[in-house]
């Protein structure tokens, strides 16, 4: 039971090229979610998926797309890389409305 | 939208004095508050969570209260250790229809040896 599990760890991009960041999630939950952390920012939703085949978008979702390819797996993708998307992205699934929100480690993404 | 603001955004204490952090939210409808403990360059993990039906809630070290009326909530660590120094996260969400949750922007609690 791995929870929920992003890849890559680590990537580093020029500006303008594109890239998919990856999220499963093994424990059937409906909902899941990216986030975005910058130093001093907290945590800020880029977009979220309440359950499989809906997508909708949270408070920073320019620049980025996402797809629900099923009920485990949640992309995230940057089609031109920005500096400013500089950050680590946190990939996150819940069960229901007033359930824990579970992370995963993190993809740490530098754009040059 | 909901708005979490959270004081202070840094903390230091001796070890064995307890920390108070403090977080105030908008949106009356908000039932679902989560805290979450974030260690350097590891995910944000839930310490504890308290739903809108509930004024405190403890777990060992770790206490939270909400006060619905003014609309805030806040986390109590006692006896803090040398582990408990992290960033930590509180959040809000009520039962909208992407469960989204809203975070505030974080205390970094140092606790001194």
């Known amino acids: 039971n791995a929870g929920v599990t992003q890849t890559p760890k680590f990537q580093v991009l020029k500006t303008g090229q594109s890239m998919t960041l990856q999220c499963a999630q093994d424990?059937?939950?409906?909902?899941m979610y990216w986030y975005r952390q910058d130093p001093g920012m907290g945590l800020r939703l880029i977009y979220y998926?309440?359950?499989?085949?809906?997508?909708d978008k949270g408070e920073v979702p320019n620049g980025y797309n996402v797809s629900r390819l099923n009920k485990r797996e949640f992309s995230l993708r940057l089609e031109s890389a920005a500096p400013s998307q500089t950050s680590v992205y946190f990939c996150a699934s819940k069960e229901a409305q007033g359930s824990p929100l579970h992370f995963g480690n993190g993809t740490r993404l530098t754009v040059t | 939208g909901e708005n979490v603001e959270q004081h202070p955004s840094t903390l230091s204490v001796q070890e064995g004095d307890s920390a108070v952090i403090k977080c105030t939210y908008s949106?009356?409808?908000?039932?679902?508050f989560p805290w979450y403990k974030q260690e350097l360059g590891k995910r944000p993990q839930l310490i504890i969570d308290?739903?809108?039906?509930?004024g405190e809630k403890k777990d060992q070290r770790i206490a939270v209260t909400l006060n619905k009326t003014a609309k805030h909530f806040s986390l109590h660590i006692t006896e803090t250790q040398p582990e408990d120094s992290a960033v930590y996260f509180c959040?809000?969400?009520?039962?909208?229809?992407?469960?989204?949750?809203?975070f505030g922007g974080g205390t970094r609690l140092m606790v001194k040896p």
């Open positions: 308290i739903r809108s039906n509930v």
């Open positions: 998926s309440a359950s499989e085949g809906t997508t």
């Open positions: 424990m059937n939950h409906n909902s």
């Open positions: 949106d009356s409808a908000s039932n679902y």
């Open positions: 959040a809000a969400s009520n039962n909208n229809a992407g469960n989204m949750l809203t």
